[in-house]
Structures are given as C-alpha cells and as structure tokens.
C-alpha cells in the first residue's frame, strides 16, 4: 500500500515536473509567439497606414486649406471671374452721379432771397458732351442745381428742359472732359423674370453709387402720378428716396429704365420709366428744351357708373375749367359739358381720355361727342401744342 502510494506519488510528482518543465513553457512560447505576431503585424499596418493617411489625406487636405487661404495673394485681384452684377456696377456705375436742387430760401435763419437744398436725386451720363438724364421731380423747383462726380467733384449744372408728364428732365455740365457715359438699351426686349440691377445714390451722396439687384416683376405697369398716368417698369430691385433719377440696368450694361417710383413703404415695389418711353422726350428736349403734346385745355373730373346713376348724367369726363383761347374752347366746350367719347372711343375710366389724346399729335383734329343739360352733340377739335399753354 505504501509501495503503491510511494509510486503514485512519485508518479504524480515525476508527472507533474514534467508537465511543468516541459508543456508549459511551450504553451507560453506560443502565446509570446502569437503576441509578438500580432504586435508586429499591427505596428506595421499602424506604419503603412500612417503613410498612407500622410500621403493621400493629411498632405492633399493641407494642399487645399493652404490654397484657399491663400487664394487671394496668389491669384491677382483683376484675374478673378466676376459676376454679371459686379460687371454691370463697374461699367455704368462710373456715368451715375448725384444730383442736387437748391431752391429759394426765404425761412427763419436763412439769407434773404438765397438758396437751401430742396433734395437729392440721382442722375444718368448718357452723352460725352456733358448731358444728363434725371427725374423732373428730383429738380422740381429749382433755383440752382449741382451735380456730384464719382469721386466726389460737385460741379454747377444747367437745365436743359424738363418734362412734368412723364417726370423727365435733361440737365448739362460743361468743361468735364473724357465723361463716363451709360448707354441705352431697348426696353421692348425687356421680359419679366430678367435680372435687374438698379445704381443711384439712396438716401444722398451718403451711400452714394450703391447697387442693388432683383428681376422685373412686371411690365407696363400703369401708375398715375399728378393726374398724369404713364406706364412704368415694376422691379423688386431696392429702389429708395435719392435713387430717382437713377439707371436701372440689365446684365449687359445698358440702361433700360430710369428710376422714378416707390410705392409708400411697401418692399420690394419700385417703378422705372422704360427707356423707349424716356429716348424720344430726351431729344426733344435737348433740342426745344420741352416737349410738344396735344392739348385741348381743360380739366375736368370722371363720372364713374355710381355719380352717373346719382345724378342722372352719363359716364364720361366732366368739365370743370377751360383754358382762355385753348383748342377747347375753341370748339365751344363750356363748363359743365360731358365728354363721352373722343375719337370715337368711349370714356370708360380717367385715363381713357388722356390715352386717346396722346395718340395723335399737334394739329390733329379730333371727333368729341359731348352731353349738355340732358342732349348730346358732336365737335370738331383741333388739338394745340402743350408747350405754347
């Protein structure tokens, strides 16, 4: 018995020692093995990839943060593309001036029987010789009027003529040599949606030469304004007070209209007059310093449908005053008369009498059907020229 438990002593020690002796340490070298493995597999995938990230990523991306930061200094200023916009500004934004009236002064604190400034506006160099564009109300009144060159030189100014009707006026400097000039586009070609840029002065010479941009929003726009109605550009292009006067332009640089209108405080709602409508008044008055129209000399109010079935008279214009030895009165319309067709056509609103009569010209005679005192009768009336009243 102890023979046998000296044996399996022995047995389990010798066995025992010789497991520890001889398969440990080779299951430990092969774990040491496998560590050293994937150790050395890693950090040489960790080199690789590193390399690999320097090469493809970290110096490409750098490249490009670099470039862009540096993208000013290395590429010259004049080199880089403009936009349709910044080429329009640059090109007629030089032939934009200021304008501004100085009307008599006679309030408290003021030189007797100088000048104060009455307002500012813009204007639009249109000829080398000198000649400028603007609104009639922006010099309306005036006793003296200045222009103020890009770059600040004010220079006196002489008004050419002016035209109340479709608020225009053409003004001129002289000894200016080698002037910026805008050039006139076609407003006929003009399409709603077209890109419109509007360059002028808002508010005076403090922002003087600023640019805004928007599309036409609509086309003859019909505004009446001093009881004259005209037909206007509408644009969304910011258009504030100092802006009249002022171009507004498309993407190629030409003047399609000149800026006139802004309704109220509303945004986004400006008014131009066409450049077609402006091009014939421009040379007129640089060559008679007014403009000719038809005239019948009177006034009058429109009856519309409500006032005729109230006062038992017919739709129509209602004469309430007739200029001495006018074409009118000529003709033997009196106060009181109602006219109720011109030319045969048959006044339905206020401007249907003003639209009629600026279809024909000086000389002309035209057909009026009038109402007197409950019956109608016809005239004859040859229409005179608005410059000579």
Same mark, same amino acid.
């Given at each position: ?47 690789? @990839?590193?390399?690999?990230? /320097? ?26 593309? #403009? ?5 329009? !500004?640059?090109?007629?934004?030089? !032939? &934009? ?11 408290? @604190? ?22 400028? &564009? ?17 770059? *600040? ?6 008004? &050419? ?75 969304? !292009? ?23 209108? /802004? ?46 079935? #109230? ?12 200029? #001495? ?22 006044? #339905? ?24 005192? *409950? /019956? ?7 229409? @005179? ?5």
């Amino acid at each position: 018995m102890d023979n046998q438990n000296n044996f399996s002593e022995n047995n389990s020690w010798e066995s025992g020692i010789k497991f520890v002796e001889e398969k440990k340490p080779k299951r430990i070298i092969r774990y040491l093995s496998l560590i050293l493995v994937v150790f050395f597999s890693g950090s040489i995938g960790g080199i690789l @990839g590193g390399y690999y990230v /320097k090469n493809n990523y970290v110096t490409e991306g750098t490249g490009l943060i670099n470039n862009q930061l540096n993208s000013n200094n290395s590429v010259p200023t004049a080199d880089i593309p #403009k936009t349709s916009i910044s080429e329009v !500004a640059e090109v007629v934004g030089p !032939a &934009v001036v200021g304008v501004t009236n100085y009307v008599d002064s006679w309030g408290f @604190g003021s030189s007797w029987g100088g000048t104060t400034e009455g307002g500012t506006g813009s204007g639009i160099i249109f000829d080398a010789e000198g000649y400028i &564009v603007t609104n009639y109300h922006v010099i309306e009144d005036a006793k003296k009027v200045t222009v103020t060159l890009p770059g *600040g030189k004010k220079i006196d100014a002489t008004i &050419v003529g002016r035209d109340e009707a479709v608020d225009l006026a053409v003004l001129k400097v002289d000894g200016i040599k080698n002037l910026p000039v805008a050039k006139f586009g076609d407003s006929s070609k003009v399409r709603v949606g077209d890109t419109a840029i509007a360059i002028g002065n808002p508010l005076g010479e403090e922002f003087a030469g600023s640019v805004t941009s928007g599309i036409i929003s609509a086309l003859n726009r019909e505004i009446t304004m001093n009881g004259e109605a005209n037909k206007y550009l509408q644009t969304d !292009a910011a258009i504030n007070s100092g802006n009249s006067g002022g171009a507004l332009c498309n993407t190629a640089g030409e003047v399609i209209g000149i800026n006139s209108i /802004k309704v109220g405080s509303a945004e986004g709602i400006g008014f131009a007059i066409p450049i077609n409508t402006a091009k014939p008044i421009i040379e007129e008055l640089i060559e008679k310093g007014k403009v000719s129209r038809p005239y019948l000399g009177i006034s009058y109010e429109f009856i519309d449908q409500y006032y005729s079935n #109230k006062w038992d008279v017919p739709v129509g214009v209602g004469i309430r005053n007739v200029v #001495k030895n006018s074409p009118a009165e000529q003709a033997g319309i009196k106060v009181e008369d109602i006219i109720v067709t011109f030319d045969g056509t048959e006044i #339905k609103d206020e401007s249907t009498l003003k639209n009629t009569l600026r279809e024909h010209k000086v000389g002309d005679e035209v057909a009026a059907k009038i109402w007197r005192e *409950g /019956k109608y009768s016809e005239v004859k009336i040859k229409l @005179g020229d608005s410059a000579n009243y």
